[in-house]
């Protein structure tokens, strides 16, 4: 079975609380190691997406024991600027990063706390990986990197910010723009600067968790659908294998 819309929108769901995770995604966890602790590195919220990513390389054949969501099944991978870094979802087989993701989420009232720091944080560690690439740590293949991002929905994500007065102007383009804007802004720059193979970008609330995708291009069919050809491509290689 291949992974649905409506598995993506129950996953969002169980991030905010509204829905438990039970049945097929229940058995993905307890595949691939993830119990009913939560123990991913991005906390108990992004249990759900981590398990709806997993279903992926399930479904492609790929054994639990190469799929990696939780710390204890070592979810550190070698860094350049750094000796290593952890990810949130790693794939790994015989001896090729399959795939590696970063789930994070931003949250109010205080939007502009820590959006800098999701700035930094999603291009420190795509520049880090990609440079230890070059360096020929990862062998084989290529690395594949994915982001998934959730922004929490309210009058402080939809508002236009300020610009703070500073030594030069900024590009035009960021005047008028809410935090829900200029995180679309920066993730579809991520994309097109090829730090990050695919980004799915969501706006949620508790209140409301159905998803909102503010940018077509960082929808979850655009997601999915890169997840899935990086799939195909390997698979031309030979990858899973039997």
Known sequence: MTVTHQDFEDAIAAYWGAKQMQGEQSAIREAVG????????????????ATLLAKF??????????????????????GYY?????????VVHEGVLIAAFELKGLGGPSYGNNYNNRVEEALG????????????????EKPWLGYFFIMQDGEGSRSPVKIAKGGLPVDDMWHGTSYQDRFGIFCQRLVDE?????????????????????????DWRHFAAAINARLTYLKSLGLPGS
């Open 34 to 49: 993830a119990g009913t602790a939560g123990t991913v590195r991005g906390g108990k919220h992004f249990d759900a997406i």
């Open 194 to 218: 090829q730090l990050y193979d695919a980004v799915c970008y969501v706006t949620s609330s508790l209140e409301n968790p159905s998803p909102i995708e503010p940018v077509d291009s960082l």
């Open 82 to 90: 750094r000796p290593q870094k952890q990810w949130d979802v790693v």
């Open 125 to 140: 560690s795509a520049v880090d990986l990609r440079r230890a690439a070059l360096a020929e740590l990862f062998p084989k």
């Open 57 to 78: 390389f399930l479904d492609a054949g790929y054994p639990p024991e190469s799929i990696r969501v939780t710390k204890s099944q070592g979810l550190a991978l070698p």
